[in-house]
């Protein structure tokens, strides 16, 4: 009896070494068991991955095939993993299949890091702000309250404010960062929630700012499933399917769904995706009506993928031009208000004592 690895999801870099290293010696002639057993050694670090390799390798040596082996670890390899490896086997053709999978993950692989690399940049304007503002509330501005105490003049309420503000990350530091961590937390576990992350979802993508970066990496990565999935052999209703159970936007995989269910009534695809104009642009319905009319829905399914990974690609280069001066904005805000408060009781104090 196996020990149950503890199960975690294999990222796209080494899910894509994987496939490649597996596509690559099955197409050298070496049996799949063999092979199995290859990858296994090559990831002795890993105590979890040999684990589970070991475990798929016992599993295909007993009469299971490799797709049917690696359902149990779909947490691990994820559902288009293990779909397009069982397309694969049936096909008679999984080598072939497993460079269309390693393809189709480096092209996911590759929209998520323009994504991260996008946010890099206003996250580190974030992290600046606030930082120099805690420096000048907590250590610069604690050193020149005495000088406005031991004056009798009335301080502006900027100053107040900020004495205040001052006071309480000086004296209750550890409980701001505590209430901080508690309330990131509690959003996190409702985000959790169905319900709620899904109408924050639908909040977003009503958002001008935010539709255009959720909906272009949705239906990138949405047709390039799709696509590959047709393109392999799979109908239209099971790869709609199929990309419904492993999208992890929950309108799109609601859409999907339904989507799936409207073409298995007979109906057409392009219908489908008409019902949904919020998520599915006119120009996508068009397409896939031409696509349906034609008989070549995988082709044309794959030409939306690269159109909309396309797009995020000039989005995600336009993105920090436009981000930059509203980050620069509420940064001077933060930083302005400070120097107004440090600034205008002075300028006041000064003024007082000239009168006197």
Same mark, same amino acid.
């Given at each position: 009896?196996?020990?149950?690895?503890?199960?975690?999801?294999?990222?796209?870099?080494?899910?894509?070494?994987?496939i490649?290293?597996?596509?690559?010696?099955?197409?050298?002639?070496?049996?799949?068991?063999?092979?199995?057993?290859?990858?296994?050694?090559?990831?002795?670090?890993?105590?979890?991955l040999?684990?589970?390799?070991?475990?798929?390798?016992?599993?295909?040596?007993?009469?299971?095939?490799?797709?049917?082996?690696?359902?149990?670890?779909?947490?691990?390899?994820?559902?288009?993993?293990?779909?397009?490896?069982?397309?694969?086997?049936?096909?008679?053709?999984?080598?072939?299949?497993?460079?269309?999978?390693?393809?189709?993950?480096?092209?996911?692989?590759?929209?998520?890091?323009?994504?991260?690399?996008?946010?890099?940049?206003?996250?580190?304007?974030?992290?600046? /702000?606030?930082?120099?503002?805690?420096?000048?509330?907590?250590?610069?501005?604690?050193?020149?309250?005495?000088?406005?105490?031991?004056?009798?003049y009335?301080?502006?309420?900027?100053?107040?404010?900020?004495?205040?503000?001052?006071?309480?990350?000086?004296?209750?530091?550890?409980?701001?960062?505590?209430?901080?961590?508690?309330?990131?937390?509690?959003?996190?576990?409702?985000?959790?929630?169905?319900?709620?992350r899904?109408g924050?979802?639908?909040?977003? !993508?009503?958002?001008?700012?935010?539709?255009?970066?959720?909906?272009?990496?949705?239906?990138?990565?949405?047709?390039? /499933?799709?696509?590959i999935?047709?393109g392999?052999?799979?109908?239209?209703?099971q790869?709609?399917?199929?990309?419904?159970?492993? /999208?992890?936007?929950?309108?799109?995989?609601?859409?999907?769904?339904?989507?799936?269910?409207?073409?298995?009534?007979?109906?057409?695809?392009?219908?489908?995706?008409?019902?949904?104009?919020? !998520?599915?642009?006119?120009?996508?319905?068009?397409?896939?009506?031409?696509?349906?009319?034609?008989?070549?829905?995988?082709?044309?399914? !794959?030409?939306?993928?690269?159109?909309?990974?396309?797009e995020?690609?000039?989005?995600?280069?336009?993105?920090?031009?436009?981000?930059?001066?509203?980050?620069?904005?509420?940064?001077?805000?933060?930083?302005?208000?400070?120097?107004?408060?440090?600034?205008?009781?002075?300028?006041?104090?000064?003024?007082?004592?000239?009168?006197?």
């Amino acid at each position: 009896m196996h020990k149950q690895p503890l199960l975690w999801r294999l990222s796209h870099k080494h899910q894509i070494l994987l496939i490649k290293q597996l596509a690559m010696l099955l197409r050298s002639g070496i049996p799949l068991l063999m092979a199995l057993h290859i990858l296994r050694d090559q990831h002795t670090k890993s105590k979890t991955l040999y684990l589970v390799m070991s475990q798929v390798a016992d599993d295909v040596e007993n009469g299971q095939p490799l797709s049917a082996a690696l359902e149990k670890y779909k947490k691990v390899f994820g559902g288009l993993t293990v779909t397009m490896i069982a397309i694969g086997e049936i096909s008679g053709t999984l080598s072939d299949s497993l460079d269309h999978l390693a393809a189709s993950l480096k092209k996911k692989q590759a929209l998520q890091h323009k994504l991260v690399a996008a946010s890099v940049y206003p996250a580190f304007v974030v992290v600046a /702000t606030l930082a120099i503002t805690v420096l000048l509330t907590v250590v610069i501005f604690p050193k020149i309250i005495p000088v406005f105490t031991s004056v009798h003049y009335r301080l502006p309420w900027t100053t107040r404010a900020l004495i205040v503000i001052s006071a309480i990350l000086q004296h209750h530091l550890i409980l701001v960062i505590l209430l901080l961590v508690a309330v990131g937390a509690g959003i996190w576990l409702l985000l959790k929630l169905p319900t709620v992350r899904k109408g924050c979802e639908y909040v977003l !993508l009503l958002m001008p700012f935010c539709r255009p970066l959720i909906q272009d990496y949705s239906l990138a990565t949405t047709f390039r /499933t799709i696509g590959i999935l047709i393109g392999s052999g799979t109908t239209a209703v099971q790869s709609i399917k199929i990309t419904a159970g492993i /999208t992890t936007h929950p309108l799109y995989q609601q859409a999907l769904d339904s989507i799936a269910n409207h073409v298995a009534n007979g109906k057409k695809l392009s219908g489908g995706f008409s019902e949904f104009p919020k !998520l599915f642009p006119v120009s996508v319905v068009h397409l896939i009506a031409v696509g349906e009319s034609t008989g070549k829905l995988g082709e044309t399914c !794959l030409y939306l993928a690269d159109h909309y990974e396309q797009e995020l690609d000039e989005l995600t280069k336009n993105l920090s031009a436009t981000v930059e001066p509203l980050l620069l904005i509420c940064m001077g805000l933060m930083v302005g208000f400070i120097a107004i408060a440090i600034i205008t009781p002075i300028y006041g104090i000064t003024q007082h004592l000239n009168t006197r």
